[in-house]
């Protein structure tokens, strides 16, 4: 890859810009998102696209989402990509990816995502999981650790349950900070999250679930009986079959949608 084109790009502390620059580590998460021209490959993000230029390369087409307006002219002035990208400028959490939707095939969507972006981003591009193949993303290791966490652990939480009731989530790999410029403060993974085609526990009301399970999280340390005394009864949870003195993160996934399914049947 050629050095060039990371010259003159000062990396940007309000866009949370940390650029990948380690060969390596590169050509392994490239090899994870296996780029392809059977699906429609989204990039969020590419900054000064140490993942867009070996990707591009071995396709006809990359779509690319990209909020700095200096990288994104950056991008169409590039003697290799400028002919193969389709570039968005704009805000990915606003993005209406159905626009790129297309009959005949799903989307593969990756990115070295900002931390203070990551977690709407994913809920948002849960919305179009039924487009999308599957997900690679670069995040603070401690996302990727609550995207993947069993129930019981310090970091299962609200992101646990709607990841995994969108999506299986498998860790890819760890990537530390001597891999980047500047390099960051804390440790990044590389997780890949692939929607379900069929959900194992169909929710009748996913913004109800969203809201159970934000509402169950506000206080972790409290029983659930306590954060959801406005939407169950103790009859409610005799039915479900759930102890209401468990703590939030004592509850699996399936025992969050059937909870959101028996208040939504209650309405």
């Known amino acids: 890859m050629s050095n060039k084109v990371h010259l003159g790009h000062t990396a940007r502390k309000r866009f949370g810009q940390n650029f990948l620059t380690d060969e390596n580590v590169i050509n392994r998460i490239v090899g994870a998102i296996s780029p392809d021209n059977d699906h429609v490959m989204v990039e969020i993000?590419?900054?000064?696209?140490?993942?867009?230029?070996?990707?591009?390369?071995?396709?006809?087409?990359?779509?690319?989402?990209?909020?700095?307006?200096?990288?994104?002219?950056?991008?169409?002035?590039?003697?290799?990509?400028?002919?193969?990208?389709?570039?968005?400028?704009?805000?990915?959490?606003?993005?209406?990816?159905?626009?790129?939707?297309?009959?005949?095939?799903?989307?593969?969507?990756?990115?070295?995502?900002?931390?203070?972006?990551?977690?709407?981003?994913?809920?948002?591009?849960?919305?179009?999981?039924?487009?999308?193949?599957?997900?690679?993303?670069?995040?603070?290791?401690?996302?990727?650790?609550?995207?993947?966490?069993?129930?019981?652990?310090?970091?299962?939480?609200?992101?646990?349950v709607m990841a995994q009731y969108h999506c299986q989530v498998m860790p890819v790999l760890e990537v530390p900070p001597g891999c980047f410029t500047p390099p960051p403060k804390v440790d990044s993974a590389v997780v890949r999250l692939v929607p379900y085609k069929n959900k194992p526990w169909p929710c009748k009301d996913v913004e109800l679930l969203r809201n159970l399970t934000t509402t169950a999280f506000n206080m972790r340390r409290k029983t659930l009986r306590n954060n959801l005394k406005q939407m169950l009864s103790d009859e409610d949870f005799a039915q479900l079959g759930i102890d209401p003195t468990l703590r939030p993160e004592q509850i699996r996934v399936d025992q969050y949608v059937a909870m959101a399914n028996h208040v939504f049947d209650k309405k």
């Open 45 to 160: 993000g590419p900054g000064l696209a140490a993942l867009t230029e070996p990707v591009a390369t071995s396709i006809d087409k990359l779509i690319v989402v990209e909020l700095d307006k200096d990288l994104v002219e950056r991008l169409q002035e590039h003697p290799v990509l400028k002919d193969k990208l389709e570039i968005h400028q704009g805000d990915a959490l606003k993005f209406d990816f159905n626009q790129l939707v297309r009959e005949d095939k799903q989307m593969k969507v990756f990115g070295n995502l900002p931390y203070n972006i990551s977690t709407p981003l994913m809920f948002h591009l849960f919305e179009f999981a039924e487009h999308i193949e599957n997900m690679h993303f670069m995040l603070q290791k401690e996302v990727v650790l609550r995207l993947s966490a069993a129930p019981g652990t310090k970091a299962y939480g609200r992101l646990t």
